[in-house]
């Protein structure tokens, strides 16, 4: 089944968009980083100049790749560098200053970066011998004249690194129309109308964090982040956002901390969830902790952005993950042929001006086809178009005779008033082929004894079949994630087996 969701917007590059909303609103205040930082949108557009001057005078040509090595603490910086680099015609590279330096030598190696970038907050980056490493700072330094941007709208513009969670991390390559596509034409027609400040906490180098950069400029609410996340800190910023945006990690993590305690979020009027599947009692929570907010959960990857599903928050369709917007749904089978309403198969998104994997025409064959992304999920569309995952394709735990979605036994888990986080993942069995194991971690005020394995089978015994209950347990203090909180199973896996 396919269903649609049309996006007919003339094509623009992200230096002109922004050059749209300086124009717009040159004094008003794009990004905040709370106790760091300001940025004006007049500021952000002379930035962004003034960096791409200086790269082509450094030889930068249209095409190269440049990678940008930002910490939290230069969301700012970030935004200018970033601007800059597809202003002089470049490709801009996000990296994570988390990143290992494995990782980081991978990335800018597979795309053949030219140049690296960073703040003056951010250490430099342990790059390959003969990189050329320049602060934001040193580039803007200089003397120059602003010249017109030389990007087009087909023009590639960004390469994103997955997070690696099933295999070596891919490069995601997005052109500038597919950035821009949906942005707003009028002034009217701003995002996130309701809000002065929309809150996040996302890592520079992910894809929720290049959509909160994109907020940045088509929101008529600023975008507001910490130098370093912790819930205290961002309960406290939480009262001066009328918008939040989360991972489900992080909103359980919030939630737990005690930190919203006699706080005032009435004036929250939207909270939105991406990266994982917000599993049903979270966002019971989270409606229940911001009665005045609507709870809306995005489902989409690096590779289908913009295409998406979002659903708002109803206990009658509890494990729905919504209906499309800015592109196209499709359940089919294996052959890419649509599957009817009800029936279970693979989850396809499509979107305006699709991306593709940046030098893997392998992976693209097995991902990309005539503009539509398989995401790697199984699941189905109802009548009224709500899809419902069953599972990641490799997730799903083949036990005896039955498959078993850990999506569903990880829902069953989060209703259970001591769990906290909850991840499940198949590990080997002697006789079943693959058990259920489930890796938790207790709220702070659960006795050990109260998540025990008999306790937690007992408690699911009329959630679940038989089959699905957990055969292991572990308890842990956290789960393994990556930096945009997607749990990491294959550690996971290892755990159980050590």
Partial sequence: MSTASPDRATPRTVPELLDWRTSLHPERVAVEVHGVAELTFADWSAGAGAVAAALSRRGLRRGDRVGLYFGARDWTWFAVAYVGVLRAGGVAVPLSDRLAAGQLGHALDHCAATAVLHGDDTPAPPVPSGLPVWTCAELLAEPHRDGESVARPGDLAQILYTSGTT????????????????????????????????????????????????????????ALTLPRFTPARFARLVEAAGTVFVVPSIAVELLDSGALRGRDTSGVHLIGS?????????????????????????????????????????????????????????????????????????????????????????????????????MGDVGRVDADGYLYLTDRHQDVIKTGAFKVSTLEVEAALHDH????????????????????????VPR?????????????????????????????????????????????????TDLFEN
């Fill in 417 to 440: 008033p001591l769990v906290a986080q909850v991840a499940v993942v198949g590990v080997p069995h002697p006789v079943l082929g693959t058990a259920v194991a489930a890796a938790v």
């Fill in 444 to 492: 702070p005020q659960a006795a050990p004894d109260g998540l025990s394995l008999p306790a937690l089978r007992g408690f699911l015994a009329d959630r679940l079949a038989d089959y699905q209950l957990p055969a292991r347990l572990l308890l842990l203090d956290q789960l393994p994630r990556n930096e945009g909180g997607k749990v990491l199973k294959r550690q996971l």
């Fill in 274 to 374: 991406t990266a994982a599947f917000l599993a049903p009692a979270v966002a019971a929570r989270l409606a229940e902790t911001f009665p005045q907010a609507t709870i809306v959960n995005y489902y989409t990857s690096t590779e289908a952005a913009p295409a998406q599903t979002t659903m708002i928050w109803d206990p009658s369709r509890r494990d729905a993950v919504g209906r499309p917007v800015g592109g196209r749904l499709m359940v089919a089978d294996a052959d890419g042929r649509p599957l009817p309403a009800g029936t279970t198969g693979d989850v396809w998104l499509r979107a305006p001006f699709p991306r593709a994997y940046f030098r893997d025409e392998a992976a693209n064959r097995a991902t990309f086809r005539d503009g539509w992304v398989r």
């Fill in 167 to 222: 295999g070596r991390p891919k490069g995601v390559a997005a052109s500038h129309a597919n950035l821009t596509a949906g942005a707003p034409q009028h002034p009217r027609r701003l995002a996130l109308a309701h809000s002065d400040r929309f809150l996040h906490a996302f890592a520079i180098g992910t894809n929720a964090g290049q959509t909160m950069l994109l907020n940045a400029v088509t929101a008529k609410a600023a």
